[in-house]
Each structure stands twice: as structure tokens, then as C-alpha cells.
């Protein structure tokens, strides 16, 4: 380690890349501050269980690295505190810092845990989420009963869960959700990441009838996204939304594998081929009035 | 429905075999109906529901049953075209059904041509 | 029932967009009205043929083939062909460049360059009729391995066949195998990935549609030789005829027995189960698609350990792409000696490509490895449609990338293709013609990668994004010196820094079309200039006023009004209104709508 001081170094932020330089600062003979606004250093990582891309441990990284930045003699460590106001320039800063209260005294205070274990008000600071009666309508839950009798215990069945209710339901109601992440026995929060991954899967009540814009390769250089902006102007709406009457909803895929017929629009099950800028508005209109599209092709 | 077994792969291709043939076009033998409006007039339809009859109730798998437009011999319609596999056609006149029925068993069957019937053997030539 | 005649009508989801249902309705009628139904069969197959000239109608035994066929053709073909034997020439196909049509389906140059071992009962075949796929040497194979070959045995012949597995990166398939069959644990699976996510790709559709049984009876193949006695078969939601023809098949085999304990009386039990996936292109990559069957969020996980070592459910397990399990009845039919004869030296059998695109002859093809682009664009494509000038070929899709036409004479082999910049894929092939602007496609392919980032890795998520808006900057006529090379270091960056094979391959489209059309990229940036008249930005629309009739159909068409003229006048845009949709040159008849 250099001994010879060289200047003083002062570093915002107390997560693994303020940490990472406060080391590699401090070994190199400066002498470091690091102001963290938290009451301890660590940051997100500190959170994860590993990390990308070795999948390494992400405490087995960190807890070295903390432990050497709370004993090295040229770090100087300001947590629970802000910076106020940063003045002179490169070479000769004076930086003013916040500290915020503790309301312990930071010499005498081992770390030990005592305190917060016994905290009466624990309970405001981590608060735990008050259980949420799930209300079902009696034919909701008759079928979602026949959905969940099927596909309980079985391995990987929330993919085929959802798809029964998407089905049913055109989209993924909360309430339902609730319900199956309740009779499933699964966290809410994975039903949640997996309905938002799939393209498929929708929170949001869709329209009577969805149109899927192809857009894929061969539909694309046939002018697939003109087509798109077409809808997208003849019924008021951006991609991925809904008309307010709940009659049209516009999405976009990424193939229908009918590339022969490119370009290719899809409403609900019907497939129309060879379609054309110019047939958008009498499509619509076809569909509005009879429900179904008898526009020549 | 039981399990099935290898050997049974055999008996359902059997069973299908006509329908396979006829996608395939590798026939033992095709017979071609001349159907052209004079053929019909003078009652090709009869000749070809009398040969689908005869097909049918013989259970042959090997035979293709076509229809073409007219021959060119309008005066001697009905007229049929017997193909047998390596063998030039055979084209026949003046047909009835109970001619045809004799046809079939001795030409198409037997491969022994029905010479009475016989307008001429092979096709028209073609430049 | 003995019928003279069969009419294979092709109801691929394609044929069903331009009316094939309808055809079939009118069909039906027709013959009734002339007492044929009990003499012609009508038969529904899967895709059997030109996917552009759809709906299409093959007749056997005569060996016509009948195209574009329309309502108020049916009476008048009934009557002629049918009824009076006349087939009907006024519909049948006519080659680009010849004047006549061609009345056999096998002369067709289409149909006459194609080598079916994959496809080999496309359109021969009703796909709801399993005795009809029995009839074809159906479960031949399946019955030949269960009772006389070992799994040893099998893989090893799949081994000497040389076949690669056709999903994309070409892994020895008997190699995967052999990793899987060693591996002391159980039990193991067999996966068929039949998550064809590639915009632009529809072989696995089409082999679905056109003949299940192959794939199941595939399935059992490799399922024996590697030891599994459970599979799964991971489809598209975007399919939904594919899924449900595949259904059908899977109950019509437990119903033989072919599925389920005991097949054959071997022992061997096999089941399939389907899964549906939910439209997520990472699926399609092996750890993401295990990930999604379990239930778990589908992201790639770190390999190794591969999925042979430790898989579905922590299991070994095998996936298989579609074809590449489709091939499998026909090695084991024909001898692995008979595959490994077809085809180039490292790359044998033959490959099912979709060719799509501005090409005439749009559609699904099989043919021996090795053949040339050329002959694909030309003989069997037919050529660029409305006298256009060929571009490029994209395979691959988003993790390919273009071969411009200079490369025409490359024959096509994983190894070629790679060389040239794109990768074999699992087969989609898009023809683009001199409308379709470089800058612009790998835009396209960008914005699908970076929707479809799973977002685990930063490189990848970021990394694509960053690209994006480069090319987007460059799409609007704000690019600067030094973006060219930019992406060219960021592409290589994200190449190395990601974690699955979507991350790893998503900069193949922007670096090959760099390598091949780096002065249309300039241009864009130097000139301001699209030379194909498609970035937005860079473009304006005007009226030719010696071609314009005046006959207001852009006038009516026209959603911003920026048209404006009078009848038999040459009309005029008023630029500053015009939003560039293009809607007035598709009404114009007369192509008198420029692109500049």
C-alpha cells in the first residue's frame, strides 16, 4: 500500500461501485470520503442473491469489500448523510455535507440488533401488507375452481392457468389473480412477472375485437407498419390500447407465419391476406356493423 | 379400439391403398372415360358409374378411373381408353355398360384385349 | 367408397386468409349439383403449394394443379374438368417468364427442383387421416426401431446420417443424443421446439399442418433413443391450426396404441404432452423454453450445464427443432447412408426453407443442401415480381443477417452462410427487391430484438436499445460521421458480452448489412438521402402529373386532405400536410404517386 499522501478524493454514493473505488482510491494513497445517503453502505447488491454473469454469490463479493472499507485507514465513512453544496473547482473543492441525526451514539453502538428486534413500532417500518379478502362473482369461481382442480399440484401449470383465463377472459383479471396465486400456492409477484413477460397475456380488458397487425419480416417491407398507422389513425388509439368502447383493441405480432400473403392482418381468428392501406376503413366499418368482415379480397 | 401391432401397419396401408394410388398416380392400370358434351349425350355417365360399380365391387386398389374431354370420334361415343401398365392403350367404341363390365374383367383384369369392342391400339400421334 | 378422383385442397392457414374455406363450400356444392360427390373426394391437406397463389386445388390422379382460384371459378371448372374431363388452363400455373401455363404439377420448375425427405408427404396426404400417413410407410420406422434396432443402434445411425439439427445452429443431432442417452440420470425428456419465433419463418408450421403423424412418429424415434418416456412439444399460440391438427393427430395415435404403455408390444411407453407457449421470442432459446414449461420466468440461464445435462424439471433433456425430427422416419425408412448422400459435405439431407418476401413464388421448400441462391431466387422463386431488381437475401431472421446479390452463386450450407455474415437459421428466407431500404430493415430486426430482450443481461438490453436509436438518428436523417463504426463496435461488444443466443446474435443484421451496404448507410448519413424511397424523414411524395389521370382516388383516400385537385386534373400534394402514409400510392392505380 502507497503510504505517501497524495490529495483527498470524495465519492457519492455508498452501493458496490462507490465501495469498488473508495478501495482502489484509498490503496492507491488517497485519501477518501464516502457520503452515502442510507444509514449503511452496501447499496442493491447487497439485496441479490447472485450476480451476473458467473451467478456468484453476491453477499461472498460484497462482504469482504464492506468489511475493508469500514476498516481502512485512509476511508473516511459519512453515511446517513447529503451533500448541501459543492464550490471551488477541479484540484480545490470544499464540499458542504448533511449529516442526518442517527439519534445513536455512533462510538458506543456495537451493531448488535437489540434495538430494532424490540422497536414497539417495527411494524411501521417494514409494514406487512394487510391480507386482501378476494371477492369472486359464484360463476367466476365455479370456473376457476374447474380450472385449478385440473391443474393443481401439477408441475408448471401456471402457463396453462393463465391461458384457461385469458381465454375466458379476453385479459388476466386481478381479482383472479389473487385467487389462483391463493389456491396455486404461489407468490403473487411471480404470477405477476410471468403474465407481464408474454406478449399474450394482458392486464387490461381487451377490445371485442383484437387487431393484430403482422409485422413480421416478409409482412414488414410490404409496408406492414403503414398499415399499422392506418389503424392506428382510423380509430384514435396507439398500438397495445383499447377504443373506449371496448369494440377494438390494436396489437402488433411478430409473425403469423403467413408470409406468403404478406402483408397479413389478423381480427380475433380471421386472416386476411394481401391486405391493402386502402381496405382499412371499410374493414372497420364491416365490423361495427355486421361483426364480421365480408370485405372482398 | 385395440393396440395395434407392426403387422397391422400392412392391413391399413391395404385398406388404403386405393386412395394412395390414385394421389401417386402409379396406377397398374388407368382407364380414361372420354367425357366430352357428345360423350355424355350419348351416355358416358352410364359407363362411368357402371366401371366405379365394378371397382367398387371387386375391390380393386390398382386401377385409376379418369375422365378426359372428347376424342375426336363423336359418332362412336361413349368412348373409354385402357391403359395397362407397359402396354400401349387400348381405346374402345360403342360402349354399354355390360360391354364395359366385359372389358374390365378381361382387359383390365386378365390384360387379354377385347378385340370386338377394339377401335385401335395406341394413341393418336402426336407431332 | 371408390372414387375416381381426388381434390387435394390446400386449408394451410395461409390458403384459409384468401378464402380456401369458402372454396371448399362452393366445391362441395358444385359437385353435388352435377352428382359427382360420390365419384370425386374433396381433401383438405396442409400446405402443399405456391403459398402466394393461394387458395390452391391439386387434382389427382390427373396431376393438375389449379391456383388463385376464386368463388365464381368453382361451376365452370367443375363443369369442364370434372364433368367433361377439360382441364381448365385458364387457372393453372404460368411461370414468370413463360407464356403458357404448365398443366402437370411435376414439370413445375416450384415443385420439379424441390427433394422432399422432411415434407415428404405434404400435400399427398389428409393430415386427419392417420391411415393415410400409415399408407405412406407411416410408424414403419417407429415399428422398425422398437423391434429390431437398439438405441444404441439408433443413435448411431443418426450419427452416420449426419444430420444437424435444424433449429438454427446446426448441432450434430446424434451427437446431442449420445450426451443425453450416457447420462445416468432419470428420467429423461424429449422436447420438440416448435416455437418458430422468427419473423418471417414458417416451416414448423407448415409441417404441423401438412403432416403431424411425421412429427409424432419422430418424436418416439428420438424418445427411444435417448431414453425418455415423457415429451413435450412446446407450439406457438400463434398457431392455432397447427395445434389443433397436432391434437388431433396425438389422440388418433393413443388411440392406435401408437401412444401411451406398451407401443407395439416392445415395452417402450411414450407419451406427448402439448405445451402452448405465450409469445415470447426468448423462448426459443433452449434454457428459456425449460424455464417456461416449469412455470418459471423464461430467461435464459448460463450454459453449461446444458440441457442434456441437466434440464426440464433438472432432468437430461433433449430438444429437437421440427424438422429436424421430421427427417427422422425417412432415415430410419431409407438408411442413413441414403440421407448422408444428399446434400454438401458437412451439411447433408435437405432443408425446408419459407421463402418469402418480394418474390413471386412465395412459399414452403425443401431442397438438397448445397443449392445455390441463385436457384432459389430464380428456378424455384421465379424471380422479383413487377420487373424489379433482386436486393438481398435475409436468412435467419433477427439473428441473421443479408447476403447481397454479388453472393448469388453461394451455395447454401450452415458453413457458406455463416462465412457470408448470416447463419442458416431455421429457415426463413425474405427476398427484398431495390424498394426495401437497408438502414431501415435492420431498424426493423433491432426494434424486435430489443422488445423481445428478455432483459437479463445489460449488454443486450441496453445494448440493443443503443443501437436502435443510432439507427433510428440515421433512419431520420440525423446520423453522423463516426455512427457507422460506432455500431460496428457496439455490435461486436454485445456479441461478447451476452449470456444466450439471442443476445449473442441480435447485431447479425446490422453488421452484415454494414458489410454489404455500407454506402447506402452512408448515404443516409452524408446525403440525407434514402435511395429507396422508405425512411420517412428522408423522403417526399408527389404526384407524376403526366401519369395522373385525375381520377381522385388519392384525393378521397388522403387522411390529412393534403391532396387536392380536380377531375381529370393532374392533382397536387401540399407537403406541409402530408404525413408520408403512403396510402395514396396504394390507391393510385396508375403509379403515378413518386417516392424521391
Request: aromatic residues 6%; proline residues 5%; glycine residues 10%.
Amino acid at each position: 500500500m502507497a503510504k505517501d499522501k497524495k490529495g483527498s478524493v470524495l465519492i457519492v454514493g455508498g452501493g458496490i461501485a462507490g465501495i469498488q473505488s473508495s478501495l482502489d482510491l484509498a490503496n492507491s494513497g488517497f485519501k477518501v470520503y464516502l457520503v452515502e445517503k442510507g444509514p449503511s453502505i452496501g447499496g442493491v447488491m447487497s439485496q441479490l442473491d447472485k450476480t451476473f454473469p458467473t451467478n456468484d454469490c453476491a453477499m461472498c463479493i460484497l462482504a469482504p469489500k464492506l468489511v475493508g472499507t469500514g476498516r481502512h485507514p485512509n476511508i473516511e465513512l459519512i453515511t446517513n448523510a447529503e451533500i448541501e453544496e459543492v464550490m471551488g473547482e477541479a484540484g480545490n473543492f470544499t464540499v458542504a455535507v448533511k449529516k442526518n441525526p442517527r439519534y445513536v451514539d455512533e462510538d458506543k453502538c456495537t451493531g448488535c440488533g437489540a434495538c430494532t428486534e424490540n422497536c414497539p413500532v417495527k411494524k411501521a417500518i417494514y409494514p406487512v401488507e394487510e391480507k386482501i379478502e378476494i371477492k369472486l362473482e359464484p360463476e367466476d369461481l365455479e370456473r376457476m375452481k374447474k380450472i385449478i382442480e385440473e391443474y393443481k399440484g401439477k408441475e408448471g401449470a401456471l402457463v396453462p392457468v393463465l391461458h384457461n383465463i385469458n381465454v375466458s377472459y379476453s385479459y388476466l383479471p386481478e381479482n383472479i389473480l389473487r385467487y389462483i396465486s391463493e389456491e396455486l400456492d404461489m407468490p403473487l409477484s411471480l404470477i405477476y412477472q410471468i403474465a407481464t413477460f408474454y406478449n399474450a397475456f394482458s392486464l387490461k380488458p381487451r377490445g371485442k375485437y383484437t387487431i393484430d397487425v403482422c409485422l413480421g419480416t416478409a409482412c414488414y417491407i410490404k409496408g406492414g407498419n403503414r398499415i399499422l398507422e392506418a389503424f392506428e389513425r382510423a380509430l384514435g388509439i396507439k398500438v397495445g390500447n383499447t377504443t373506449e368502447d371496448l369494440m377494438f383493441g390494436i396489437e402488433t405480432i411478430s409473425c403469423f407465419g403467413c408470409c406468403g400473403q404478406a402483408p397479413v392482418v389478423v381480427i380475433n381468428e380471421d386472416l386476411h391476406g394481401h391486405f391493402r392501406i386502402t381496405k382499412v376503413p371499410k374493414l372497420i366499418k364491416s365490423y361495427k356493423e355486421v361483426g364480421n368482415a365480408e370485405v372482398e379480397a | 379400439m385395440p393396440k395395434l401391432k407392426p403387422e397391422d401397419l400392412e392391413r391399413i396401408t391395404e385398406k388404403v391403398k386405393r386412395t394412395m394410388i390414385l394421389r401417386e398416380g402409379t396406377g397398374r392400370a388407368k382407364i380414361t372415360v372420354h367425357m366430352g358434351t357428345c360423350g355424355i349425350a350419348a351416355g358416358s355417365r352410364a359407363i362411368m358409374s357402371a366401371l366405379i360399380k365394378e371397382i367398387e365391387e371387386k375391390d380393386i386398389k390398382d386401377v385409376i378411373l379418369t375422365t378426359s374431354s372428347c376424342a375426336g370420334l363423336c359418332s362412336r361415343e361413349p368412348m373409354i381408353t385402357v391403359e395397362v401398365q407397359n402396354q400401349p392403350p387400348v381405346k374402345y367404341v360403342d360402349l354399354t355398360p355390360e360391354k364395359v363390365k366385359e372389358i374390365f374383367d378381361k382387359h383390365v383384369l386378365s390384360g387379354e384385349i377385347v378385340k370386338e369392342y377394339a377401335l385401335a391400339f395406341g394413341s393418336e400421334r402426336v407431332p | 367408397m371408390a372414387y375416381r378422383a381426388n381434390l387435394m385442397l390446400c386449408t394451410c392457414t395461409m390458403c384459409v386468409s384468401v378464402g380456401a374455406l369458402k372454396i371448399k363450400k362452393k366445391l362441395e356444392e358444385e359437385l353435388k349439383k352435377h352428382n359427382l360427390e360420390d365419384e370425386i373426394q374433396i381433401i383438405l391437406t396442409g400446405s402443399s403449394w405456391l403459398c402466394t397463389k393461394g387458395p390452391t386445388l391439386i387434382v389427382q390422379p390427373d396431376d393438375v394443379v389449379y391456383q388463385l382460384l376464386k368463388e365464381e371459378d368453382i361451376p365452370h371448372l367443375v363443369e369442364e374438368h370434372f364433368l367433361k374431363g377439360r382441364p381448365v388452363k385458364s387457372l393453372m400455373y404460368i411461370h414468370p417468364e413463360a407464356l403458357h401455363p404448365i398443366e402437370k404439377l411435376h414439370e413445375i420448375p416450384f415443385y420439379r427442383d424441390q427433394r422432399l425427405v422432411a415434407l415428404w408427404n405434404r400435400g399427398i396426404i389428409d393430415p386427419d387421416q392417420i391411415d393415410e400417413y400409415i399408407a405412406r410407410d407411416g410408424y414403419k420406422a417407429l415399428a422398425k426401431v422398437l423391434k429390431s434396432m437398439t438405441p444404441e443402434e439408433v443413435v448411431q445411425e443418426i450419427k452416420d446420417s449426419g444430420l444437424r439439427g435444424r433449429g438454427g445452429a446446426g448441432f450434430p443431432t446424434g451427437r446431442k443424443w449420445e450426451f443425453c442417452r450416457k447420462n445416468p440420470n432419470t428420467p429423461k425428456y424429449l422436447i420438440c421446439n416448435a416455437d418458430e419465433g422468427d419473423p418471417g419463418a414458417f416451416m414448423d408450421r407448415s409441417i404441423i399442418e401438412a403432416d403431424p403423424h411425421s412429427l409424432i412418429e419422430g418424436i418416439q424415434i428420438a424418445a427411444y433413443a435417448i431414453g425418455a418416456e415423457k415429451g413435450y412439444v412446446y407450439v406457438r399460440l400463434e398457431y392455432p391450426l397447427a395445434i389443433k391438427r397436432l391434437n388431433r393427430a396425438i389422440s388418433q395415435a393413443r388411440e392406435y396404441g401408437l401412444l401411451g404403455k406398451d407401443i407395439f408390444g416392445s415395452g417402450f411407453d411414450f407419451d406427448i404432452e402439448m405445451f402452448r407457449g405465450a409469445g415470447a421470442f426468448v423462448c426459443g432459446e433452449e434454457t428459456s423454453l425449460i424455464h417456461s414449461i416449469e412455470g418459471r420466468p423464461a430467461e435464459p440461464t448460463q450454459k453449461p450445464p446444458f440441457p442434456v445435462e441437466k434440464g426440464l424439471f433438472g432432468s437430461p433433456t433433449v430438444i429437437n427443432n421440427v424438422e429436424t425430427l421430421a427427417n427422422l422416419p425417412r432415415i430410419i425408412n431409407f438408411g442413413a447412408e441414403w440421407f448422408a448422400s444428399i446434400g454438401t459435405e458437412k451439411s447433408k439431407g435437405t432443408k425446408v426453407f419459407s421463402l418469402a418476401g418480394n418474390i413471386n413464388n412465395a412459399g414452403l421448400v425443401e431442397v438438397p443442401m448445397g443449392i445455390t441462391l441463385r436457384e432459389m431466387v430464380y428456378d424455384i422463386g421465379g424471380g422479383i415480381p413487377n420487373g424489379k431488381k433482386f436486393k438481398a437475401v435475409q436468412t435467419g431472421g433477427p439473428s441473421g443477417g443479408v447476403i447481397p446479390s454479388s453472393l448469388l452463386d453461394l451455395p447454401i450450407d450452415y458453413e457458406r452462410l455463416q462465412e457470408a455474415g448470416a447463419i442458416m437459421g431455421s429457415g426463413g428466407m425474405i427476398i427484398v427487391d431495390e424498394d426495401t431500404c437497408m438502414v431501415d430493415l435492420a431498424k426493423y430486426f433491432l426494434a424486435f430484438t430489443n422488445d423481445e430482450s428478455c432483459g437479463k443481461c445489460t449488454s443486450c438490453r441496453e445494448g440493443s436499445a443503443a443501437m436502435l436509436e443510432i439507427l433510428t438518428k440515421i433512419s431520420e436523417g440525423r446520423g453522423e460521421e463516426g455512427d457507422i463504426e460506432f455500431l460496428e463496435e457496439l455490435g461486436e461488444a454485445i456479441k461478447d458480452a451476452s449470456q444466450c443466443g439471442l443476445g449473442q446474435t441480435l447485431s447479425n443484421p446490422v453488421l452484415s448489412a454494414i458489410k454489404h451496404f455500407r454506402e447506402e448507410f452512408e448515404t443516409h448519413i452524408k446525403d440525407k438521402k434514402c435511395p429507396a424511397g422508405v425512411c420517412k424523414a428522408l423522403i417526399e411524395y408527389s404526384i407524376d402529373p403526366e401519369k395522373c389521370t385525375g381520377c381522385m382516388a388519392c384525393v378521397k383516400v388522403c387522411p390529412q386532405s393534403a391532396i387536392t385537385g380536380e377531375r381529370k386534373k393532374p392533382h397536387k400534394i401540399d407537403q406541409s400536410e402530408c404525413i408520408k402514409c403512403g396510402v395514396c400510392k396504394d390507391a393510385c392505380k396508375f403509379d403515378a404517386v413518386k417516392v424521391e
